[in-house]
């Protein structure tokens, strides 16, 4: 599928206000920019915050097949991985928000 091929629809206005990544997000993707996982360890501490980075190692990013991350965090300690439990949903936010698109397929807590 080509660039020329997708259709945006710039008419149509949110309900709600839009970050800045969301909106050129999708102007990266159409245009045909990447997201790697690159990006994604060399960022996670501005992406998740130092307080979660100091307790989130960061083990492993894997692609699926529809181009979304798997994302395998190891805890620091046993503990550390019932809170990260807590704060998955923070965490994947954190992730696509950065990305401006729904990166995250799946988090895994290594102990």
């Excluded at 990013?61 to 807590?86: C, G, I, Q, R, W």
């Amino acid at each position: 599928m080509s660039n020329q091929d997708k259709k945006i629809n710039l008419d149509t206005r949110k309900n709600r206000p839009q970050t800045l990544a969301s909106v050129f997000g999708g102007f990266i993707e159409l245009f045909g920019g990447r997201i790697t996982d690159a990006d994604l360890v060399n960022d996670w501490a501005n992406i998740v915050g130092n307080d979660t980075a100091k307790i989130a190692k960061l083990v492993a990013v894997k692609k699926t097949k529809d181009k979304k991350f798997n994302v395998v965090l190891k805890a620091a300690s046993p503990a550390f991985a019932l809170e990260l439990s807590y704060k998955l949903d923070d965490i994947k936010n954190s992730i696509d928000k950065h990305y401006g698109t729904d990166a995250v397929n799946r988090i895994i807590i290594r102990k």
